[in-house]
């Protein structure tokens, strides 16, 4: 057994366990303890996933497939950025500054640079099935790096920032965990699942059911998060001002 088969098997079964976590955290209360630590677990499953993803790479490279691996490394970069904003957002909740620190700017550049380097790329691919699936990863980690560049201006628009920060993190993640077990995990068992535009087919679909998960979740857990509070109010009043008393009723 070569060792991209031997990473690919192991990459299976550690996807097992973040897919697991993954719904854990999901269907548990948020907040609670199951919650808390099914998403440690998911973290800590999604970093070993991580490795064994950049073992597939150096397998590809080694066996003369530098584009499969340049893909793979990619791949690992995206999910990098969605479990890092996870984490992070949690971690400093109570501190925008450290939470969009060096790391943060660092992983917004790099993954919108190699998403332009990669979708450059796509006309030289020549097979139309792999210039679809690369251009929908593109386009994916494009979104990502332009999600967190725009949190970079806006800076905490809200209260509840880091909320927003997480649900979007854990929709990318839906879309990550369920895309690659349908591809590596379920082709195993069902040869169908390998053709090319049916792969491409599957990331699609997962990718626009994680828009519609994270539209949902917006305005299940944000609702409200973006009326301005009294004390924000009274900042945008000019000075010399004073906010205007409420009318009694009669």
Same mark, same amino acid.
């Given at each position: 057994?070569?060792?991209y088969?031997?990473?690919r098997?192991a990459?299976?079964?550690v996807?097992?366990?973040v897919?697991?976590?993954f719904?854990? !955290?999901?269907l548990?209360?948020k #907040?609670?303890?199951?919650h @808390?630590l099914s998403g440690?677990?998911?973290?800590? /499953? =999604?970093?070993v996933?991580l490795a064994v ?5 150096t397998?590809s490279?080694?066996?003369?497939e530098?584009?499969r ?5 990619y791949?690992?970069l995206i999910?990098?950025a969605?479990?890092?904003?996870a984490?992070?957002s949690?971690?400093?909740?109570d501190?925008?500054?450290r939470?969009?620190g060096?790391?943060?700017?660092l992983?917004c550049f790099?993954l919108g640079a190699?998403?332009?380097?990669l979708l ?8 139309p099935?792999r210039m679809a699936?690369?251009?929908a990863?593109?386009v ?6 332009g999600?967190? !560049?725009?949190?970079?201006?806006r #800076?905490?628009?809200?209260? @509840?920032?880091?909320?927003s920060e997480?649900l979007? /993190? =854990? ?13 590596l ?6 040869p169908?699942l390998?053709e090319?535009w049916?792969?491409?087919?599957i990331?699609?679909?997962w990718?626009?059911?994680?828009l519609?998960?994270?539209l949902?979740?917006g305005r299940?857990f944000?609702?409200?998060a973006a009326?301005?509070t009294?004390?924000?109010a009274?900042?945008?009043i000019p ?7 409420p009318r009694?009723v009669?």
């Open positions: 057994m070569d060792l088969e031997s990473a098997l990459h299976i079964a996807g097992t366990i897919l697991a976590s719904w854990g !955290a999901a548990a209360r #907040g609670s303890g199951p @808390r440690r677990i998911y973290v800590l /499953a =999604m970093t996933l993803t950049l073992v597939i790479a397998g490279a080694m066996a003369g530098p584009m691996a340049v893909f793979n490394v791949v690992s999910s990098v969605s479990v890092w904003m984490w992070s949690i971690a400093h909740r501190d925008f500054a939470y969009r060096w790391p943060y700017k992983i790099a190699y998403g332009l380097v450059a790329a796509v006309p030289k691919m020549g097979i099935a699936m690369v251009t990863f593109s994916l980690g494009l979104s990502i790096a999600a967190m !560049a725009w949190r970079l201006v #800076g905490a628009d809200h209260a @509840r920032w880091w909320l997480h979007t /993190a =854990m929709s990318i993640n839906f879309a990550a965990t369920h895309a690659s077990f349908s591809i995990a379920l082709s195993a068992v069902f169908a390998k090319p049916t792969r491409t087919a990331l699609v679909a990718m626009t059911s994680a519609v998960v994270r949902w979740a299940t944000l609702r409200g009326q301005p009294i004390s924000s009274r900042a945008r000075a010399g001002r004073t906010m205007p008393r009694a009669a």
